[in-house]
């Protein structure tokens, strides 16, 4: 989980403007020589001697050495060959098999319980899990990958597929089928990590935007429960804005209402600008139609009414300091928030609705995949179809939740009513099971240094050449030129 990221806002990097089987079980051994040699003729059928026992006890014992012995024949042959149905292979007698993983976020800790289990119940398998930085990860996996010295596993954000075409396998069939895959995790695991009919990844969690508030701040201004649509309802976002909102005589922002409307000091500012843009119809890939240029009104209008200023701290910051009563972030923030000021009063709703209920939120969630040029790949995969199964989820949660207020939302549909009340993550499970989750490549704190950041950076250019007074069309349409040229460069239509 990504509770290990810093609140203060990254530095972007300044971009230049837009350019550019079988089964491996050898069959029997021919059986050479002939069989024993047949019965001999003459052996009386019938006489009445008093040696007749001992003839048919001779028969009996006969019968039973060539029979046994054939029996035999083939038995060791086939126990040699493992074709023996009712024989389980022993794991001491596999080659030993080392798997490296690089994660990201978690320490070690919370996964050597799981990983102990594994090894325990799979003698020949070592599995080593490094926590990795995410300064320049990205960059560093593809060029290790690339070059045969890579991880066999690894951890890559849910927007990055596009970026990891060349290095990541997609999952066998006698891991995950199509069907069983879409039945164990949530639609939005489907999108995003779906090429074809080939799946790419086991997501571990679970995550997205979601309204965050301060309890206490809310409670003050007379309001009963968080905002339940942006506009045009009694309860709406601007209506709340407005009661939260406290300045002082000189018209300075004392309190403000919620953090939106500017880039340089709002955490998450392009998945925010993203709900709004698609609750209003538009496509992230035409920046330059109306609709784009409406919610990019609607998002500057927090800042141009004055509930928001650029003089203000860092979103997250300023919720911290009881400076700001709502802010939208995935729910991991609320780890770092509540790390730094225990005492908040914290409630967590889904994302306001738009006009005519229409539902948005913006994904943001973690996933574990195989590297292709890996030599274990199938040892890798059952691995992690390991770790994707209920009780290592239950186990891998128990112990985040040792080290920090709660751990990662379970990414499986049957374990849903596990969340169904937690104070924190019940949002989050909501709006998966509702699959209003969409993905798109503006995820915040990714540090790919790729797409998501590039694309951020022209979003970020946009909004403030805004608020210098640049013509919201005209800002737009700029930033659509880079937007399509980063998204050219790794062939997203």
């Known amino acids: 989980m990504d509770d290990n990221q810093n609140n203060d806002k990254i530095q972007r990097p300044v971009f230049m403007k837009p350019e550019e089987v079988g089964d491996g079980v050898e069959n029997p051994e021919e059986i050479s020589g002939s069989f024993p040699a047949d019965m001999p003729e003459n052996i009386p ?26 029996y035999w024949f083939f038995l060791k042959d086939m126990l040699a060959a493992g074709d023996n149905p009712t024989s389980v292979p022993v794991s001491s007698s596999a080659e030993p098999v080392t798997l490296t993983y690089w994660g990201l976020w978690e320490d070690v800790d919370i996964f050597q319980p799981v990983i102990d289990k594994y090894e325990k119940e799979n003698s020949n398998i070592t599995i080593e899990y490094e926590r990795m930085s995410p300064e320049q990860y990205l960059a560093r996996l593809v060029a290790r990958s690339k070059a045969g010295n890579g991880p066999d596993i690894f951890r890559f954000h849910n927007t990055w ?18 069907d069983e895959f879409e039945k164990s995790f949530y639609p939005i695991h489907k999108k995003d990590l779906s090429i074809g009919e080939q799946k790419f990844g086991i997501p571990l969690s679970i995550d997205g935007l979601v309204l965050i508030y301060n309890k206490r701040l809310l409670g003050q201004a007379g309001i009963s429960e968080a905002p339940t649509t942006w506009v045009g309802s009694e309860n709406d976002v601007f209506s709340a804005v407005e009661k939260l909102t406290v300045k002082d005589p000189t018209g300075s922002i004392v309190t403000s209402g919620i953090a939106a409307g500017t880039a340089t000091n709002v955490d998450h500012f392009g998945e925010i600008f993203s709900v709004l843009l698609l609750l209003n119809g538009g496509d992230f890939t035409k920046l330059s139609e109306p609709e784009a240029v409406e919610a990019l009104e609607l998002y500057r209008k927090f800042s141009e009414d004055g509930f928001w200023s650029e003089d203000m701290s860092n979103s997250t910051t300023s919720f911290i300091q009881e ?15 509540k790390l730094q000021n225990p005492n908040l009063e914290i409630g967590v709703a ?41 009780e290592q989820l239950q186990l891998m949660h128990e112990e985040q939740s040792k080290i920090r ?32 989750y969409v993905s798109l490549p503006v995820a915040d704190f990714t540090h790919d240094e790729g797409m998501n950041d590039e694309i951020l950076q022209y ?3 946009a909004i403030s050449a805004t608020v210098n007074g640049t ?23």
């Open 405 to 436: 207020l709660f751990g990662s939302a379970f990414p499986r549909r049957d374990m849903a009513k596990l969340l169904s009340d937690h104070p924190y993550l019940s949002p989050v499970i909501s709006q998966a099971e509702n699959d209003i």
């Open 161 to 178: 597929l596009p970026q990891i075409k060349e290095i990541i396998a997609p999952i066998p069939e006698d891991i995950y089928t199509k």
């Open 45 to 70: 059928i019938y006489e009445h001697s008093t040696n007749k026992g001992i003839y048919i006890i001779g028969i009996v014992i006969f019968f039973m050495a060539v029979f046994g012995g054939v």
């Open 471 to 493: 013509d919201y069309a005209a800002a737009l349409s700029t930033a659509q030129q880079g937007v399509t040229t980063v998204m050219g460069r790794y062939k997203i239509e």
């Open 323 to 337: 400076k700001v009563a709502m802010i939208l972030a995935p729910s991991w923030q609320i780890i770092n928030i």
């Open 350 to 390: 889904k994302i306001p609705k738009g006009i005519d209920d229409a539902e948005v939120s913006l994904a943001s969630y973690w996933v574990e995949g195989v590297n292709v040029f890996s030599k274990s790949q199938a040892e890798s995969w059952k691995f992690l179809k390991y770790l994707s199964e209920k």
């Open 459 to 461: 979003l970020e250019n």
